[in-house]
């Protein structure tokens, strides 16, 4: 049964009549785009029939692109899938943000930057005291959604309440700035992880604080586009448009993401499992036995499964998106907004599934901003045969120190 929050929100929500924000309401203008953004591949060889895919156009010039790499601007622009100019613009500034947080990452100063200010939980908010690392990410990613003109609102995993930005942009743009910073010092892969929503001009007339907190929970179904990076031994964007996924990597010779693996599909049955499995004695039975099973080769899939941990979610899913299996954390821990919607969203995109271990991720209803949730996320049979252990979500969370 829903809370009367979830039912207030929820038909807020739904009653509110979503105005497409394509075609957009002004044309792209290159003048305010960096040089960095432009395209640099003439484009006049390319043919220009097109076919319906997905929600969006896609034209054949994707097919006939003759030097085989493609931006994003290109892939998503009119010589792709046709977005719309205003997300193309958009993109191009995350595509900015991105390439700033991966110089800052791998920059030597991050060392001093990682380490926790304080550290610990924030107890009046319920979420960890935000690092240096991760507050200059979400400045560096909120510089660039204002600077786009083309988003409403931010809401960010390291902010309390959602920014509101400018009143008539098209966009509500939700984001994990930097996860797994937490292992930094390191060197371990970090990530950033954001969604897009049209923003519901039906909450124009609200205050700024309620539309910007409505506009914010809306469920993971109405996104628009989503993604994550992962900042590794190479810098890559998995992104979703709602037509598949596609993963673009950062070419550091030209500064710009280029497809390398268009249309990912996950592997329908993978044999890596990818928990934190020190907290097996506070897991529930049937977690227990799934991991148990599997592990012995006794599962509905007759090998037995590795182990994969790498405790940086952006990383651990970008393997079991390659490789297929699943990659979870049953406690209370990741965020339904910023992370989980999402990441489900390119993981279905990709052929795959994201699970609350009951419920599939993108059909619930966020009722807080900072609402957390288990999350598995991995390959269709990998997932099913999870749930249905039935008991798979970790209720006991004492919290932990690393
Ligand atoms: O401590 P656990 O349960 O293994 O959680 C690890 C997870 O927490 C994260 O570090 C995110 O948590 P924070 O946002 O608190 O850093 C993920 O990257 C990782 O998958």
Redesign the pocket.
Known sequence: MQSPITTTITATIQNSNLTPSFPPKFPLNPLRLRPEFLNRRSSTNMASSSTSFGRFKMNSKLDNNSDGFLTISEYAGKGGVDVGDDLVVLFSHLEYAFKRIAALVASPANSSLGRTSGGGEDVSSGR?KPKPLDTVSNEIILSSLRKSGKVAVMAS?EDDAPTWIADDAPFVVVT?PL?????IDASIPT?TIFGIYNRLVELDSLPVDEKAMLNSLQSGSRLIAAGYVLYSSATIICTTFGSGSHAFTLDHSTGDFVLTHPNIKIPPRGQIYS??DA?YFDWPEGLRRYIDTIRQGKGKFPKKYSAR??????A?LHRTLMYGGVAM?P?D???LVY?ANPLSFVVEQAGGKGSDGKNRILSIQPVKLHQRLPLFLGSPDDIEELESYGDVQQTVNPG?D?
């Open positions: 960890d995993e994990d996860d797994g910073s937490r292992n990530g928990v934190n907290r941990y790498i405790c940086s979610l952006v651990d954390n406690r821990h990741l965020r992370e932990y690393v």
